[in-house]
């Protein structure tokens, strides 16, 4: 099951410092191409698997696989050149992002552990292709998918977490409403514990 909140950061270090926060799930999206990729993901899994928790590496699906991570977390290109099946044998759990009817069969027909839906809210975290989806959208993918958990990404913020709970996401996943925040920390605790209220 996922935790109902999780951040998503881009290092290692990002890692050290929101798990003593509470985190039981944390994604790590490696934006620069350059860096230690294989260092940095072998360092967060060992310091995930310290406390018990979990970590989803996004685009990386072969490093994941040989550093045994928990789960991959990929884009619709991505899923071009993934080894699924490989995945599936070693018990690598796949999360896929989808942003409309297409992209949503195409990650269903996968059958994988999660769907994630975004943009929510217009986000500044990258240029989008897509517009915000709404939070109404999140109900009509909810109805879609069924059991198969639901995460909401994309503009998040802790005051906006309800709503989209109350729309029908399974869990929800932040980045700039921690990263950006002046105490990452502090703010990391107070959407656990929102978490662990909606649960």
């Known amino acids: 099951m ?73 884009g619709q290109g991505d899923l071009d050149g993934a080894d699924v099946p490989a995945l599936r044998r070693a018990g690598v759990r796949l999360g896929i992002s989808t942003h409309d009817e297409h992209e949503l069969e195409r990650a269903l027909a996968l059958e994988p552990q999660y769907v994630a839906l975004g943009p929510i809210y217009p986000t500044l975290l990258k240029v989008m292709p897509f517009a915000p989806q709404g939070v109404s959208r999140i109900g009509e993918w909810k109805r879609r998918i069924g059991s198969c958990p639901l995460v909401a990404i994309g503009g998040l913020t802790l005051e906006r977490l309800a709503g ?28 656990v514990a929102a978490g662990e209220g909606a649960a």
């Open 2 to 74: 996922l935790a109902r909140v999780y951040p998503v950061v881009e290092s290692a270090q990002w890692v050290a410092r929101l798990l003593p926060c509470g985190v039981r799930l944390i994604q790590l999206r490696i934006k620069d191409p350059h860096a230690p990729l294989r260092e940095q993901i072998r360092s967060a899994r060992a310091l995930c698997a310290r406390v018990g928790a979990q970590l989803v590496v996004n685009d990386y699906w072969q490093l994941a696989l040989e550093e045994g991570c928990d789960y991959v977390h990929l």
């Open 164 to 191: 989209v709970f109350a729309a029908g996401a399974d869990s929800a996943a932040v980045v700039n409403d921690i990263v950006r925040h002046p105490d990452p920390e502090a703010r990391m605790r107070a959407w």
